[in-house]
């Protein structure tokens, strides 16, 4: 099995701290800027093949997990993170659809949030009433920048990058159990669309 992807493009502030006021009044002073990103080398990815197309996920799941990255444990407000790495082996560009993951969990399908609605999210499950613009700004676009993005692949090329979904916080402990990371707009160069369901459940690749 190919490692997972070491270095991540993950956000450069710690979440939490990034969204912080910065009011004179807030308990919030000082920004975390890690030097080193956690790294997946040695943990275990989930991956599967189809049509030439090869697809790697790591679910965040312990609260380590987002401790490690976000500095915050976001499944307890409603919020799951997945990393995902799209690699293109074929002969010719592929396109990645825009905005077409969703997280299978139960009978219920989940579409990828957007940087805005995790933003109101977090705020809202923080109880964060007071931010200034640019702070808003910066935040929207670290969290832009640590997704995957939606365009062409290149042969031999590859996409990676978060997605992030909501989910009900009862579902918080172990939330990927019977989980299935789905994309329903992969497109080969003949129009024909390929469609992912990756189980993120360790337990049950």
């Known amino acids: 099995m190919p490692a997972f992807p070491g270095r991540l493009r993950v956000f450069s502030l710690s979440l939490s701290s990034l969204l912080c006021a910065a009011f004179f009044f807030t308990s919030c002073t000082s920004l975390r800027v890690p030097v080193d990103f956690p790294g997946y080398e040695s943990a275990q990815s989930l991956n599967l093949s189809a049509d030439g197309i090869d697809v790697f996920a790591k679910p965040l799941i312990s609260r380590q997990d987002y401790q490690d990255v976000f ?10 993170a997945v990393w995902v790495q799209v690699q293109n082996t074929r002969s010719s560009d592929i396109m990645l659809a825009k905005e077409k993951w969703a997280l299978r969990t139960g009978n219920r399908n989940r579409k990828q949030l957007d940087a805005p609605s995790i933003l109101k999210r977090y705020y809202q499950g923080r109880n964060i009433r007071m931010y200034t613009l640019h702070t808003y700004t910066r935040a929207r676009q670290q969290i832009e920048q640590s997704m995957i993005r939606d365009g062409k692949i290149s042969s031999s090329m590859k996409l990676d990058g978060f997605v992030i979904f909501p989910i009900d916080k009862a579902l918080q402990q172990d939330w990927n159990k019977g989980a299935v990371l789905m994309h329903k707009g992969i497109y080969l160069n003949d129009q024909k669309k390929v469609e992912i369901r990756l189980s993120l459940d360790y337990a049950n690749p």
């Open 71 to 80: 500095d915050d444990y976001l499944p307890e407000i409603g919020l799951v």
